[in-house]
């Protein structure tokens, strides 16, 4: 008797007792606030410890992702479209200024200071940044103007010295964005209804796919072996070998403007000018999470790279942090 009386007391006791910071269970989703207009794109360094956020106030912020709190501003001086950190983490680059006329400027996110800028490029329409993986080369994907034609175009630039080192032209009226595999060995373009590859070390074009309208955004999977595409149209899998189809997640009237494949190629998410963002399973092609909101929705993602936290920028300025093992936990009857 005494044993049970000793164990229950014990347990009354332990329940008293707060777990330790490190055990306690992490809120579903936090809110960073700090831009006062919206928010276009977020970027999370490769250690995942911070979180750049390029907002249409001209500012991008770089925030402390385990505190939520800001640890520096950048005062870009123009709308800021999209931001992306090198491999390293040791440079930060920043596509801003006015469609078809903007500019490429790379940071040091640890001091702020600004190593270089292309201003006023005629036709860099940076609403999508991508470093190679060896983060020697950022790309950006937009148009060039010369006195005869407008041409579409993307343009890959030395990040040491700022310099252009090779220009993807494109067939098409325009190319909205651009992706560089993890492996190094391709580059993709998305633009005018169709999807181009082209091989990044030889810069030559391998392969082009017709698209159910045009590519707001591509992105591949952490293999390199899948290419997804989201048109407004529909948000698809497509093998980069040969273009076919492997899966479609969307059929119509996906809205879909921003998508990031999270680390480890399980999940999968989405923007969309619906105001929604989506998760889906990548091996199932099963929706797992709609994420709604009224105040301002959520056009830009990007998953932490220890697959942790999904950042989704909104373009109400706030930025909405989720922790995915708590936003992906079975709900009771699942």
Known sequence: MRSILAAALAAMLFAWVPLPRSQAAEPRSRTLEGHPKGVSSVAFSPDSKSLASAGDDGTIKLWDVAKGAVQRTLSHGERAFAVAFSPDGKKLAVGGGV????????????????????????????????????????????????????????????????????????????????????????????????????NLPAGTLTDKFTSPGNPWSIAFSPDSKTLASCTHDAVEFLDPRNGESKRTLVKRNSGAT??????????????????????????SGELKQLLASDNGGGSSVAFSADGKYLAVGRRDGVVRLWNMPELLKPTAGE
Not at 263 to 268: E, L, N, T, Y
Request: hydrophobic share 40%; proline share 6%.
């Open 258 to 283: 921003l998508a990031a494949f999270s680390p480890d190629g399980r999940h999968f998410a989405t923007g969309s000018y619906d105001q929604v963002v989506r998760i889906w399973e990548v091996s």
């Open 99 to 198: 469609f078809y006329h903007g500019s490429l400027t790379l940071y040091d996110p640890q001091s702020g200071e600004m190593l270089w800028k292309k201003k006023d490029i005629a036709g860099t329409d940076a609403l999508h940044l991508a470093f190679s993986p060896d983060g020697t080369l950022v790309a950006t994907p937009g148009h060039i103007d010369d006195s005869k034609h407008h041409r579409p175009a993307v343009r890959l630039w030395d990040v040491k010295t700022g310099d252009l080192k090779r220009t993807f032209n494109c067939p098409g009226r325009m190319v909205f964005a651009v992706a560089i595999s993890p492996d190094g060995k391709c580059l993709a373009t998305g633009g005018s209804d169709m999807i181009l590859l082209w």
